[in-house]
């Protein structure tokens, strides 16, 4: 089975850039999606096919999928982007869709 | 706008099967675009996709559960369901439904609902 790796945590100082990784082998290849979940609530799509974003998503929040690793980037981090960060990409092999173990990121 | 929203009992035994249904609002299940499916999140955990129905009909579910599950569509209600036979305590979770613009990525999802399984 595919398996996509993320770093549990991300502390970031307000202002700066957030970067979130997602490993797996050869995601390159893959569409990667990014989830934003804060606390209590349900995720919601951030970036989808690597980098679009649906309506109402701010410029602040990109995608950029290569090789091994796939990034969301979070300029101008605000203290309400502090949340659990997921990506998702499709199992082809498999035929189902696989989830990253989450980032935490908070805002310092 | 579309709204989900999920609904089932909230408590389970051991053994028995769970059934949730989510109702759909702003838009048809029966159109063929998107990908109506269900997702859990076990407390303190993160998310895990449960499987899809497509085009009124067609399904894919995770191998992990593809022995106890399955999803309906109910296009006179504008709702789909999930059924999930012979729960453990490893089934609590939130379930979440979820509408998907292709079989990966999901842009609108229901609030939620916490299914825990005990005796």
């Known amino acids: 089975s595919y398996v996509l790796t993320q770093s549990p945590s991300l502390s970031v100082a307000p202002g700066k850039t957030a970067s979130i990784t997602c490993g797996g082998t050869?995601?390159?290849?893959?569409?990667v999606h990014w989830y934003q979940q804060k606390s209590g609530q349900a995720p919601v799509l951030l970036i989808y096919?690597?980098?679009d974003r649906p309506s109402g998503i701010p410029e602040r929040f990109s995608g950029s999928n290569s090789g091994n690793t796939a990034t969301l980037i979070i300029s101008w981090v605000e203290a309400g982007d502090e949340a659990d960060y997921y990506c998702?990409?499709?199992?082809?092999?498999?035929?189902?869709?696989?989830f990253g173990g989450g980032t935490k990121l908070t805002v310092l | 706008q579309v709204q989900l929203r999920e609904s089932g009992p909230g408590l389970l035994k051991p053994s028995e099967t769970l059934s949730l249904t989510c109702t759909v609002s702003?838009?048809?299940?029966?159109?063929?675009?998107?990908?109506w499916t269900w997702i859990r999140q076990p407390p303190g955990k993160g998310l895990e996709w449960i499987g899809y129905?497509?085009?009124?009909?067609?399904?894919n579910y995770n191998p992990s559960l593809k022995s106890r599950v399955s999803i309906s569509v109910y296009t006179s209600n504008n709702q789909f369901s999930l059924r999930l036979t012979s729960v453990t305590a490893a089934d609590t979770a939130v379930y979440y439904c979820?509408?998907?613009?292709?079989?990966?990525?999901?842009?609108?999802w229901g609030q939620g609902t916490l299914v825990t399984v005990s005796s």
């Open positions: 702003g838009v048809s299940v029966r159109s063929g675009n998107y990908y």
């Open positions: 998702q990409v499709w199992d082809s092999s498999g035929d189902y869709a696989v």
């Open positions: 979820a509408r998907g613009l292709g079989p990966a990525p999901k842009d609108s």
């Open positions: 050869n995601i390159g290849s893959k569409s």
């Open positions: 129905t497509y085009d009124s009909g067609f399904t």
């Open positions: 096919y690597n980098s």
